[in-house]
Structure formats: C-alpha cells, structure tokens
T-cell receptor, first 112, second 113 residues
Framework: AQSVTQLDSQVPVFEEAPVELRCNYS??????LFWYVQYPNQGLQLLLK??????LVKGINGFEAEFNKSQTSFHLRKPSVHISDTAEYFC??????????FGKGTRLHILP | AAGVIQSPRHLIKEKRETATLKCYPI?????VYWYQQGPGQDPQFLIS???????DKGSIPDRFSAQQFSDYHSELNMSSLELGDSALYFC????????????FGQGTRLTVV
C-alpha cells in the first residue's frame, strides 16, 4: 500500500526567503510523485510531477522538487517565496494504475 | 485545452435529501476518480472508474453510489445526506498507464443544512 507523509502541517516563512516543504512516501512498487497546490476556496492545481528520468523536477511558479529514492523523499523547494504563494500544498503518490493518495497537506504562511 | 468539468459548482441541500454531482472528464481520458475534501482536510479517495467499470473503491459511504456512462461522464449520487457530508467533492481524470498525471476539476462544494 502506498502512503504519503508530510512532516509539517504549517510552515511560516518570510517573504523572499527560501522554503522547503517535506514529503516522504512509502510504496512497494514504482511510484509517480506529485505536488499539488490549493489556493483558498479553489481546486487542486498541479505544481510538478516526477514520473521518471531526472530526479530534479521543475514546476510552475518557480518551485522544484527532488526525488530521492534512497530516502523515499520528494521535498518541494522554492528559493524565494512571494506573498502569492500562500496556499495549502499537497504531496501525492500513485503507481500509475491506481488512485492518487494525498498527504495531509502543508499550509504555507508567507510573513511580510 | 479542455479541462475536467464538474457541475454544479455549489450545491445546498437539506439533511436526508439526495444530491447528484456530475463530472465530465477530459476527452479521451479513460479513468475517472472521485475525492471528498472536508474542511481543513486532505482529499480522500472515494471511488474510481476505468473504461466505465468501477476500478477501485475507497472510503465511500454505502449511502453514496457512482457510475460512469457510455460518454465517459460520471455521476456521484449521494442519498440521505448528513451534515458531515458537507465538503468539496473533486473529480479527476487521467489516461491509465500513460505516464501522465490526473487532472482535477474545480470541485463541487456541497453544503448540507
């Protein structure tokens, strides 16, 4: 069975500072990994995905994530955050044939 | 590009009533998923369909049922609604085994009063 653990429920960070949102997964098969963002009262938007190939994945809005198989991690990073990055971020895993399993989410608070 | 369309976007129902949520997947997508997201919660998988057949089932109450029709649109039927059913319901679609992600609709916000 697959599962996702997001280690931080909330992350406060000052504007223009770097941020890392942590995600660890468990799966017995090959995985596809995703980060989704959800702005207040809106749907889920894909930030980036790892399907295969390069372990460093670049996404929209300046975000990137690195797939680390040995540590079963897929942490999300951004070198400089903006107030508009305030949102809930969900890490998710799938084996390609099955449903997507979401983590509990991390709320990113951007401090002025 | 066409996206996943959900209707209605908002729905208010009274307890014990019935609700039907509709999902229109992206054309040529063969898999549809339904998720429920309660306030402040992560999306919880309810049920999925592949080529119009149920392919997986999650934490879906017996009061809920779903199906996928010949045109690939899907409907989630919810009966005997309870206050706790108030949530955002997402539909997503994908092409199975095609190394692509699932695309989510904007969701239907159901409020049970």
């Amino acid at each position: 069975a697959q599962s996702v653990t997001q280690l931080d429920s909330q992350v406060p960070v000052f504007e223009e500072a770097p941020v890392e949102l942590r995600c660890n997964y468990s799966s017995s098969v090959s995985v596809y990994l995703f980060w989704y963002v959800q702005y207040p009262n809106q749907g889920l938007q894909l930030l980036l995905k790892y399907l295969s190939g390069s372990t460093l994945v670049k996404g929209i809005n300046g975000f990137e994530a690195e797939f680390n198989k040995s540590q079963t991690s897929f942490h999300l990073r951004k070198p400089s955050v903006h107030i508009s990055d305030t949102a809930e971020y969900f890490c998710a895993v799938s084996d390609g044939d099955d449903k997507i399993i979401f983590g509990k989410g991390t709320r990113l608070h951007i401090l002025p | 590009a066409a996206g996943v369309i959900q209707s209605p976007r908002h729905l208010i129902k009274e307890k014990r009533e019935t609700a039907t949520l509709k999902c229109y997947p992206i054309p040529r997508h063969d898999t549809v998923y339904w998720y429920q997201q309660g306030p402040g919660q992560d999306p919880q998988f309810l049920i999925s369909f592949y080529e119009k057949m149920q392919s997986d089932k999650g934490s879906i109450p017996d009061r809920f049922s779903a199906q996928q029709f010949s045109d690939y649109h899907s409907e989630l039927n919810m009966s005997s609604l309870e206050l706790g059913d108030s949530a955002l319901y997402f539909c997503a679609s994908s092409v199975r085994r095609a190394n692509t992600e699932a695309f989510f609709g904007q969701g239907t916000r159901l409020t049970v009063v």
